[in-house]
């Protein structure tokens, strides 16, 4: 299948007269990622797939310089082949790291976030949304719920088997990219956001949801995004539900270790990391005191 997917990707890209030599390929889940010099072929492995990256090429398209950011442009799509330019810069995940360590890069970090949250939660008009919701584009935010509670039963936690099964998402919606942290964005040598890439879980639905990897960044970052996001968009946000969102995540996480482990390495954590992550993230939202109500 791996290799089926490589020599579909280069066929199509050759015939682009792109590049073609591959720098490294991985299955995610229900498609194929080919990493080429300059650009990334996507293949998808299911009818399912394949009709999502008809999607993604759409909203990619209707994103076009919309943004304040580089985003992927598809060059060619063909059946169930997506090849897309390369959004060039160093790792987020990287200097996240250094902005958890540094107060004053951590607080930088966190405005970025807030000013690129707004961006693309403003980017499309009401009649752009309609017409991709038309196309197929999602109303539901991407949540797996069966690894959440895979991830609950596994803590043995009842705070946490509540919260999972209260979970329903809620009405404030809003054009979403679906997955925006640290791990999506690329920087420049100074530090700032010049790229945002994998739209996969693209959607229209309840913004509290693109804020769940939020808390991870600190209570101090965690306002500090929130409030440049309220300035630029005149939308408060409810802390509760961005506690009970990354809860949520948090346990999706661990039950998808649980269930995949040979996967579960991309997340740069061990599984033991992930455990008590997720213990922690159901205990804070717990001290708030808003599990149920806050959905």
Known sequence: ??????????????????????????????RVMVELPSHVAWVALTAEATARLTIERMVLQALAGRLPVSIPSSVVHRDRVCVRTRVSGRSGLEH?????????????????????????????????????????????????????????????????????????????????????????????????????????????ADRHHEFRWLPSYGEANLAVALAVYQAKTGVAVDIARVRGVHALAALEQYG?????????????RTLAQTRAWAERAVADAERLKRIGAAW
């Open 96 to 204: 996240h790291r250094r902005a958890m360590d540094d107060q004053a890069v951590g607080e930088a970090w966190a405005r970025q976030f807030g000013m690129l949250f707004a961006a693309v939660h403003t980017a499309l008009s009401a009649d752009a949304l309609e017409a991709l919701i038309a196309a197929g584009l999602p109303t539901r935010p991407a949540v797996d719920l069966d690894d959440a509670r895979r991830g609950a039963t596994a803590l043995s936690s009842i705070k946490a088997q509540r919260l999972v099964d209260s979970y329903e998402p809620g009405e404030d919606r809003t054009f979403l990219h679906g997955d925006l942290g640290s791990h999506n964005v690329v920087v420049d040598g100074q530090g700032h956001i010049v790229g945002l890439y994998d739209f996969d879980e693209a959607c229209v």
């Open 256 to 268: 998808w270790g649980l269930r995949a482990p040979e996967e579960h390495h991309r997340t740069q």
């Open 1 to 30: 299948m791996l290799e089926q997917s490589i020599a579909g990707a280069v066929e199509v890209a050759r015939g682009a007269g792109l590049d073609t030599r591959v720098v490294s390929a991985a299955i995610r889940g229900s």
